[in-house]
């Protein structure tokens, strides 16, 4: 069962759209170091370069979401949906991938140090 989105994340979320949308002029990176985003539905958001560093987002719907660029070393992502994401040159070193669901291929960088648990 997926989770609501939390009024925080959402406000950190809409920021985080307007530094994408101004060039960074405006608003603010998305900044979720650690956080607790499990099962949350993040699919077809645009999360370009939101720094994701050991957050927990195991069994989120990340579908269709632009994670490119993104910051996701040593994040859990079990059992996540990545199907139709965009992972372009998103960092994932040391980032759990168990049971993870996603249709792009990985560069031999981007799997270097990704732990299966």
């Not at 645009?46 to 490119?68: E, P, T, V």
């Not at 910051?71 to 960092?91: I, P, Q, V, Y």
């Not at 040391?94 to 732990?115: D, F, N, P, S």
Request: net charge positive; glycine share 10%; no cysteine.
């Amino acid at each position: 069962m997926k989770r609501a989105l939390p009024l925080t994340l959402d406000r950190a979320l809409q920021a985080h759209q307007l530094w994408l949308a101004s060039g960074g002029r405006e608003g603010r990176i998305a900044w979720l170091p650690a956080e607790d985003l499990r099962r949350l539905d993040l699919s077809g958001r645009d999360l370009r370069r939101a720094w994701f560093y050991r957050a927990n987002l195991s069994g989120a719907d990340l579908s269709g979401a632009n994670l490119s660029y993104a910051f996701l070393e040593e994040a859990d992502l079990s059992g996540a949906d990545l199907t139709g994401a965009n992972l372009k040159e998103a960092r994932l070193g040391g980032a759990v991938l168990a049971g993870a669901r996603y249709t792009v291929e990985l560069t031999r960088y981007q799997l270097r140090k990704v732990r299966a648990r």
